[in-house]
């Protein structure tokens, strides 16, 4: 059963940083793709970034653009979201997600049913 499990939340002033991690254990293929949403309180979950399995193609929403980085350390199983200069709207807990792609699949993924396994969410505050 594929697990993961994010760290790095917080709370912060607003032009900080955080650094969200996302371990993932119980996979069956090193083939998968992985996306970073948040959700605010009485609003959707959206996607904030979102890589292919090799790390190689990311998408970013335009609200995040210039400040938050997604990598991948596909020997570790993590994916990472740097957040730099951080703004009271990016308050919400935060969650990533996997799929599994084929190997020839270069493709990431931008709706949350797209996904198939998600983690527990990790709460982001950002003070003005």
């Known amino acids: 059963q594929v697990e993961l499990v994010e760290s790095g939340g917080g709370l912060v002033q607003a032009g900080g940083s955080l650094r969200l991690s996302c371990a993932a254990s119980g996979l069956t293929s090193t083939r998968y793709a992985m996306g970073w949403f948040r959700q605010a309180p009485g609003k959707e979950r959206d996607s904030v970034a979102a890589?292919?399995?090799?790390?190689?193609?990311?998408h970013y929403t335009d609200s995040v653009k210039n400040r938050f980085t997604i990598s991948r350390d596909n020997a570790k199983n993590t994916l990472y979201l740097q957040m730099n200069n951080l703004k009271p709207e990016d308050t919400a807990v935060y969650y990533c997600a996997l799929r599994y792609v084929g190997t020839w699949n270069g493709y990431y993924y931008l709706s949350p049913s797209d996904y198939s396994y998600w983690g527990q969410g990790t709460q982001v505050t950002v003070s003005s």
């Open positions: 890589t292919n399995w090799k790390g190689d193609n990311t």
